[in-house]
């Protein structure tokens, strides 16, 4: 059986056809052919109508060998939109997860097709302030970011005078970007270390720097830092931007307590293999011994 006609998956196996009624034996003897014939209609119809319930549509995966990213099964699944976002009365903040970008390729001299990582993921952070007057009618409250309570993303309330209205923020034209890689990545991860920051004395800075276009052109292009300070019971976020030159353009803060840190932890940890495609190199490996032990084809 050649690799791709071991990826699919036949939907009908996946329909249970009730089992046949039983029969008079004189009925069977006379129409089994077309009694055979009846309920194998019926059994296909049942998968072509849970086919198009479930809305999946089958590809051909073109001889790849399967590994789990996405494309490369038997189904094409949707595509999937998650984040997590923390909010402030000043800024909000989400966190995503950019996989790797993948390209195809042809072994020259066996003819294998096979995948390579042309570009790792990343963690991209996205800040905005929020909007101009900050709130519109239906809210109230004051968010204390250092009250340990954790959860309720979007339901904290900012610390000063009480306001009133439902908190609004400036996606639209205001929002700023930083892609951590997988250096920064780890570093956030491990210099966030609750032990760690529990036996120090004072907050820890990590200072961050992207300049736009490469090294060299900090007189042509905008250059991006963050600052992440850390605390045993809180951490800022600061994002700004620098227009050609030096002048700065501006800047986003949020501060999250250490509820939320841990949330951004699990997810940088959870990334950090995946961002180098390492983990769908090793399924394959893993799928692929698994068929030379059992002398699958």
Request: aromatic content about 8%; overall charge positive; proline content about 5%.
């Given at each position: 059986m050649s690799s791709c006609a071991s990826l699919f998956i036949p939907l009908a196996s996946a329909v249970q056809c009730p089992p046949a009624p039983r029969q008079p034996l004189t009925m069977l003897a006379r129409g089994t052919a077309a009694f055979v014939a009846a309920r194998a209609a019926r059994c296909a119809a049942r998968a072509a109508s849970a086919s198009a319930a479930a809305g999946r549509q089958y590809v051909d995966t073109g001889g790849y060998q399967g590994t789990g990213l996405g494309g490369f099964g038997a189904a094409r699944d949707p595509l999937t939109f998650a984040q997590a976002t923390f909010y402030r009365a000043a800024a909000a903040m989400s966190v995503e997860l950019i996989p790797p970008s993948l390209e195809a390729r042809q072994n020259a001299e066996t003819g294998?097709?096979?995948?390579?990582?042309?570009?790792?993921?990343?963690?991209?952070?996205?800040?905005?302030?929020s909007a101009e007057?900050?709130?519109?009618?239906?809210?109230?409250?004051?968010?204390?970011?250092?009250?340990?309570?954790?959860?309720?993303?979007?339901?904290?309330?900012?610390?000063?005078?009480?306001?009133?209205?439902?908190?609004r923020y400036d996606w639209a034209t205001r929002k700023g970007y930083?892609?951590?890689d997988l250096l920064e990545a780890g570093t956030l991860l491990a210099r966030s270390d609750p032990a760690l920051l529990?036996?120090?004395?004072?907050?820890?800075?990590?200072?961050?720097?992207?300049?736009?276009?490469?090294?060299?052109?900090?007189?042509?292009?905008?250059s991006k830092s963050l600052k992440v300070t850390l605390s045993n019971d809180s951490v800022h976020f600061s994002l700004a931007t620098r227009e050609p030159g030096g002048e700065r353009a501006g800047s986003i803060t949020i501060t999250i307590n250490d509820g939320e840190m841990a949330v951004i932890r699990e997810l940088v940890r959870y990334a950090i293999p995946r961002m180098t495609g390492m983990h769908a190199a090793y399924e394959a490996k893993m799928a692929s011994s698994i068929r030379n032990a059992r002398g699958d084809p």
């Amino acid at each position: 059986m050649s690799s791709c006609a071991s990826l699919f998956i036949p939907l009908a196996s996946a329909v249970q056809c009730p089992p046949a009624p039983r029969q008079p034996l004189t009925m069977l003897a006379r129409g089994t052919a077309a009694f055979v014939a009846a309920r194998a209609a019926r059994c296909a119809a049942r998968a072509a109508s849970a086919s198009a319930a479930a809305g999946r549509q089958y590809v051909d995966t073109g001889g790849y060998q399967g590994t789990g990213l996405g494309g490369f099964g038997a189904a094409r699944d949707p595509l999937t939109f998650a984040q997590a976002t923390f909010y402030r009365a000043a800024a909000a903040m989400s966190v995503e997860l950019i996989p790797p970008s993948l390209e195809a390729r042809q072994n020259a001299e066996t003819g294998e097709k096979y995948l390579k990582v042309a570009r790792e993921g990343v963690v991209l952070l996205t800040m905005a302030p929020s909007a101009e007057g900050g709130y519109t009618e239906g809210y109230s409250g004051h968010d204390n970011v250092s009250s340990g309570s954790g959860g309720g993303f979007g339901g904290y309330q900012s610390q000063g005078p009480s306001v009133t209205g439902t908190r609004r923020y400036d996606w639209a034209t205001r929002k700023g970007y930083f892609a951590l890689d997988l250096l920064e990545a780890g570093t956030l991860l491990a210099r966030s270390d609750p032990a760690l920051l529990a036996i120090r004395d004072s907050a820890q800075p990590l200072n961050f720097y992207h300049q736009t276009g490469g090294a060299g052109k900090e007189l042509e292009l905008p250059s991006k830092s963050l600052k992440v300070t850390l605390s045993n019971d809180s951490v800022h976020f600061s994002l700004a931007t620098r227009e050609p030159g030096g002048e700065r353009a501006g800047s986003i803060t949020i501060t999250i307590n250490d509820g939320e840190m841990a949330v951004i932890r699990e997810l940088v940890r959870y990334a950090i293999p995946r961002m180098t495609g390492m983990h769908a190199a090793y399924e394959a490996k893993m799928a692929s011994s698994i068929r030379n032990a059992r002398g699958d084809p």
